[in-house]
C-alpha cells in the first residue's frame, strides 16, 4: 500500500506545481515559446520557482513509489493530478467547482481505480532489461518526443498547446522509466548510482520534459495542454512496463475491463479539461463562476460562507 499513498502524494505535489507554474509562465509572451530564453524569465519569477520546488517534491515521492512498486500501478495514479489542479485552481482564482467537476473527478477516480484493479500490475523484472530493451524502447520514445516537437513547431495557437502537451506526456513517460531503473540502481549502492548512465539520462530527459511543460504552457495554458498530457503519461508508462520491465498484468476479459476504465477516465479528462477553471482569461473565471452558481442552482449573496 505505499507505492500507491506515495503516486497519490506525488500527484498532490504536482497540481500545486502545475497550478504555480500555471500562474507564472501565462504572463510571458507567447514569443518566447520553445525558446531557453523563456525559462531565464520564469527564473525571476517566485511563484514559478515555489512551483519548481513543488514539482521537485513530487518527482522525489514519484521516485520512492517507483522504488517501491512497478510503473504501471504509479503512473496511472499521478493521472488525479487533473481533478487536484481543478481544485487549486479554484483556491487561487476564488472560483467554486461545480457539479460537472465535481462529478467527472469522482469518474476519473473510479476509472484509474478500475484501471488498477482490471490490470492488477506486479513487479518486473528491471534488473533484468537488457541493452536491446533500453535502445528499442528509449529510441521510439525519443522518436515520438522529437516528431512531437517537430509538429508543434509547424503549428500555432491551441494547436501547438494541444501538441506540446502529448509531446510533454511522452516525455514524462520516459523520465518515469529512467527513475524506475535509478531507485534499481540504488540497490547496489549509491556509488552504482552516480557512475551508471541512468541516472544522467533521467537528469537529461527530466529536464527536456520540464522545458516542454513550460512551452506548453506558455503555448495555450492548461485548458489545451492537459487532456495530452494527463493521458498520454499514464500509456507511455505502461506500455514501458508491460513490454520492457516485464511487468505482469492480467489477460482475458480482465483487459477489457481494463479498456473500459481507462476509457472512462479519458472521457473525464476531456470533462475536465473543459473546464473553465483552467482558463487562463478572466472570461474563463466569470464562467466558472456562472458555473458554480447554476450547479447549486442559485447564486450566492457576497459575504456569505
Not at 534488473?127 to 508543434?152: D, E, F, H, P, R
Not at 513547431?153 to 506526456?169: D, E, Q
Amino acid at each position: 500500500m505505499l507505492s500507491p499513498l506515495l503516486a497519490v502524494l506525488a500527484a498532490l505535489a504536482n497540481a500545486l506545481a502545475s497550478a504555480l507554474q500555471r500562474k507564472a509562465a501565462r504572463e510571458e509572451s507567447t514569443t518566447q515559446n520553445l525558446r531557453l530564453r523563456l525559462v531565464w524569465h520564469l527564473l525571476h519569477r517566485p511563484v514559478w520557482l515555489g512551483g519548481v520546488l513543488s514539482l521537485i517534491a513530487g518527482f522525489l515521492l514519484q521516485a520512492v513509489a517507483l522504488g517501491s512498486g512497478p510503473i504501471s500501478e504509479v503512473q496511472p495514479l499521478l493521472t488525479l493530478d487533473l481533478p487536484a489542479a481543478l481544485i487549486l485552481s479554484g483556491f487561487f482564482f476564488g472560483s467554486r467547482l461545480g457539479r460537472r467537476e465535481w462529478a467527472a473527478s469522482a469518474v476519473m477516480a473510479a476509472g484509474v481505480a478500475g484501471l488498477l484493479l482490471a490490470l492488477g500490475p506486479g513487479h518486473g523484472m528491471s534488473s533484468s532489461v537488457s541493452w536491446t530493451g533500453w535502445l528499442i524502447g528509449g529510441g521510439i520514445n525519443v522518436l515520438l518526443i522529437v516528431a512531437g516537437v517537430l509538429w508543434a513547431r509547424r503549428a500555432s495557437g491551441t494547436r501547438r498547446a494541444a501538441l506540446l502537451g502529448v509531446t510533454t506526456g511522452c516525455a514524462f513517460g520516459l523520465t518515469a522509466a529512467l527513475i524506475k531503473a535509478v531507485t534499481n540502481t540504488y540497490s547496489h549502492g549509491l556509488a552504482a548510482v552516480f557512475t551508471g548512465w541512468e541516472l544522467w539520462s533521467m537528469i537529461a530527459v527530466g529536464a527536456c520534459a520540464m522545458f516542454l511543460l513550460q512551452s506548453a504552457m506558455n503555448a495555450g495554458g492548461l485548458l489545451v495542454t492537459q487532456p495530452g498530457l494527463t493521458m498520454a503519461d499514464p500509456v507511455i508508462g505502461i506500455l514501458w512496463g508491460v513490454l520492457v520491465f516485464r511487468e505482469e498484468v492480467r489477460g482475458g476479459l480482465f483487459i477489457l475491463l481494463a479498456v473500459a476504465c481507462a476509457a472512462a477516465a479519458g472521457t473525464a479528462v476531456m470533462t475536465l479539461s473543459r473546464s473553465p477553471l483552467l482558463s487562463d482569461t478572466s472570461d474563463g473565471q466569470e464562467e466558472a463562476g456562472r458555473a458554480g452558481e447554476g450547479a447549486d442552482g442559485a447564486a450566492r449573496p457576497e459575504g456569505t460562507g
